[in-house]
């Protein structure tokens, strides 16, 4: 039998934080393809589109003026899926007809006065205004809600239409799937092993060095050993932080830092502004915030669909979805590949 | 309080398959879309294509010579994501860096010699050669290995780069997620409750009647009360049957006649062949067969991703890949515009 190589070998790999196995072949990144290859997104962007309802001085599509900002500005989504006031579903005794009530709100921020730039081509001062606005948001929120996503779709692939910088903060008073399960999977592991999950993990990652992307005194990118998504991405604090709200001043300037660098040697891996989604996880809050959550660790993921090039992406369809997540090239690879990316930004910024 | 109405109020519903939660955001169908549209699919297919590897008499990548088929015909992957005799990647201390061995097969199954045609544009005696192919191969694989997934996925906007009528099955050593998560919660509903979920929710849903998109003596065709995917149904047939090698000659042919039905009413939604992923469920294989399995109930899910028209779907990103999955109509809004297009293809096949 011929030796283990990930790279010519599928296997399966577990994903602890979703207690659940994906299927690496990276050997299937030899198949040509035929298939779909997405439009390239807008070439030129101006600064200031009277029509753009983000930007500054502009009325949006329920009539109300946006001031005229110069740093970040938070609004309520005018489409939002979840309201204050939804009225009770009311129940049902059988066990397969089961609903909830479902509350909460929806906000949209704007990172920047200006559409023709993005979080890497931003100042690390412009960056760290984000990250206090993130930070104030889920303080105010999270007073009692339950959970706080702040998520960002960037790209016309990922369903975002607008290509102002912003991104969306939604609170519900429910802990949805994705936090549920990982807050399951984070609090047997603390209870199994007396240690967090993730900081144990990124102590591993840093030492192992072959799936780091970009790391600093505070911070540490990995493609996580689970990776889904082909050039998926972690971001942790090193130390012990519950919430985005415990980070320093000094802290949150290395968050600024290491995003800037991470998300520039993502524009530069296809040389195209690069599409993703990107949220951020930390301990629930509301009336958890009274519960011992030691088990938890802050961190964010990223999940970017370009397999190929700038106009071919992995589709997660078929066995995907029937059956399980299959990725094409190994962690180690996708790794490899963005660590050795110059951290310099294929476009210049205009100011 | 206002009184709770589905169609304008958000709420929870729960998916007792994948024992989660999906968000019923109806309202939301009200905003305006100005994101990424799909491109139509290509006008004129040719019925024979030289250079279409999956065409009759063709020759495909790796040298092979398709045989002058006129029926159903089944060849290996030539790119197969599971391979028969990997090597295992050995095991590790940490529990998190864990991986398995995958070995699997991977074939590809055309439905018919034309590449003109789509199942709803088949005849019933050509669809039902292709469920007693199914059978077959479930049954041949199933032989030894514990899952075989049978699974199409149709439309460039699947990842689908090919327009021949075709679908895939792939075997495996391991129980993916997906069934492995089915297996427990239908396990744990028939322990509980002593009937098997989805023959009980079969009889609940041919009563309610509201989301009931086509049925007949021995099968039902629902929009579930959980669908996340905004047109999503589950074929499901009517008595307790484990696996597809379990139907009887009638059922098949009950089968292929309300999969020519489902599928009909797909195309004349949005009058475009309808883009999807679907695939079989039923009791696991190989060392299972010999397990008490009478907690599942065969069924197959149909998961397309168009929401608005034939060039605009649904995005599963942002929210849904780090919170919890949301729609935009509800199930029995998707159920009954279903129901009410008509039966007859809005396009004739020329023989
Ligand atoms: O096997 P194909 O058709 O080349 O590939 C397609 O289906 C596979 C199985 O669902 C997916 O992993 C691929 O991302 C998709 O492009
Ligand atoms: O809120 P938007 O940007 O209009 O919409 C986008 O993000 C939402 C939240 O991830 C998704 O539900 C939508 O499918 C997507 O198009």
Known sequence: EASFDPKEHQHLRYNPLRDSWVLVSAHRMKRPWAGQVEKPPEKHVPRHDPRNPLCP?????????NPDYDSTFVFENDFPALQPHAPDPGSCEDPLFQSKAARGVCKVM??????????????????????DKWTELVEELGATYPWVQIFENKGAMMGCSNPHPHCQVW??????????????????????????????????????????????????????????????????????????????????????????????????????????????????????????????????????????????????????????????LTPEQAAEKLRNLPEEHFKTRED
Chains 1, 2 share one sequence.
Not at 57 to 65: H, M, Q
Not at 110 to 131: A, G, Q, R, Y
């Open 57 to 65: 001085g502009n009325t949006r599509a329920n009539g109300e003026l």
């Open 110 to 131: 704007c990172f920047h006065p200006w559409s023709d730039v993005t979080l890497p081509l931003m100042k690390k001062e412009e960056v760290v205004k984000v990250i």
């Open 171 to 328: 609170a519900s008073n429910f802990l949805p799937n994705e936090p549920a399960l990982s807050d399951r999977c984070q609090r047997a592991y603390h209870q199994k092993h007396g240690e967090p999950l993730l900081l144990h993990y990124a102590k591993q990652e840093a030492e192992k060095k072959e799936r780091v992307v970009v790391e600093s005194s505070d911070w540490l990118v990995v493609v996580p050993y689970w990776a889904t998504w082909p050039y998926q991405t972690l971001l942790l604090p090193r130390r012990h932080i519950l919430r985005i709200g415990d980070l320093t001043t000094a802290e949150r300037e290395g968050l600024a830092d290491i995003m800037k660098r991470l998300l520039t040697k993502y524009d530069n891996l296809f040389e195209v502004s690069f599409p993703y989604s990107m949220g951020w996880h930390g301990a629930p809050t509301g009336p958890h915030l009274k519960e011992d959550n030691s088990h938890w660790q802050l961190h964010a993921h990223y999940y970017p669909p370009l397999l190929r090039s700038a106009s071919v992406k992995k589709f997660m369809v078929g066995y995907e979805m029937l059956a399980q997540e299959q990725r094409d």
